[in-house]
């Protein structure tokens, strides 16, 4: 079974010397569309391709790395725009098509747009910029605590919302965000609550107690740098702990209250200093 938009490991049939050909099953044979085929390949051996399709809807194979896959998002630049609807560079020779029918604002020349990746009813690769459509608003196979990935999508009032793993909605809140974000641009999160509409609240920091011992040691470290000496505190401001640690302010307290406890530091409005 041939998966398109995907990677697929194919037998190589024929070699003309100038072209190769896959064996694509039911499909018939695939030409590799790549310029130069590998040295090192045989008739009869795999090789390992991404398959999607040229023009016409017919199956192509190239061994390149495309910036997206299918069902993917993607913040991808739009390089041309024709009768068909907006082309975005995904890495591949062939452009990706968003289709005028697939795009929920006007799509120009040379800017961005965060798309997902999609086969429409004629078998072909196609994006679409309404995420709206394909993403869903209710957490599935979630749970609170999970590192999930992200890509920003957008700021609103409350925050920034963004896609998690590629399927889902989050929402990052202004006053929980101590560094830039912007849009398309993917970084690491956590699940922080699961709300009862099945919504998500996200989190660019693990949270709880059970988290704190990574962030415990690395004061201590940076401590033992500083010659045991930092202008930080529980008093300082969010925006430089996340600078510092690039943790919120919440885990931080929980850490250096934890190294109080175990005598481990001094602490004093102001500053934190490591005792001997």
């Excluded at 079974?1 to 039911?26: A, P």
């Excluded at 401001?237 to 850490?255: M, W």
């Excluded at 004093?268 to 005792?275: A, D, G, Q, R």
Aim: proline share 3%; charged share 25%.
């Amino acid at each position: 079974m041939i998966n398109i938009g995907q990677f697929n490991t194919l037998n190589i049939t024929k070699d003309t010397g100038m072209q190769l050909y896959l064996d694509g099953g039911s499909h018939g044979d695939i030409l590799l569309a790549d310029k130069q085929a590998p040295k090192e390949a045989k008739i009869g051996e795999p090789l390992k391709v991404f398959i999607y399709t040229g023009s016409d809807g017919e199956l192509l194979a190239t061994r390149k790395r495309p910036l997206v896959k299918m069902d993917g998002v993607a913040w991808l630049k739009v390089v041309s725009t024709g009768a068909a609807g907006a082309f975005l560079d995904w890495g591949l020779t062939k452009d990706l098509l968003v289709p005028f029918s697939e795009q929920d604002y006007e799509l120009e020349e040379n800017r961005y747009c965060l798309v997902k990746v999609y086969l429409d009813s004629q078998n072909r690769i196609a994006a679409s910029t309404y995420l709206n459509h394909y993403i869903s608003d209710e957490a599935r196979y979630l749970k609170e605590g999970d590192e999930v990935s992200l890509i920003i999508a957008g700021k609103t009032d409350l925050g920034f919302k963004a896609v998690i793993n590629e399927n889902f909605w989050g929402v990052l809140y202004h006053n929980e965000v101590f560094q830039p974000l912007k849009e398309g641009q993917k970084l690491k999160g956590y699940i922080k609550k699961i709300r009862e509409d099945q919504k998500i609240d996200l989190s660019l920091n693990k949270t709880g107690y059970t988290h704190v011992t990574p962030v415990t040691e690395q004061i201590i470290q940076r401590l033992k740098d500083n010659n045991g000496f930092l202008e930080l505190s529980d008093k300082s401001s969010p925006e430089a702990i996340n600078a510092a640690f690039g943790v919120s302010k919440k885990v931080f307290k929980h850490a250096i209250g934890s190294l109080y406890k175990e005598r481990r530091i001094t602490l004093t409005k102001t500053s934190i200093s490591l005792n001997k």
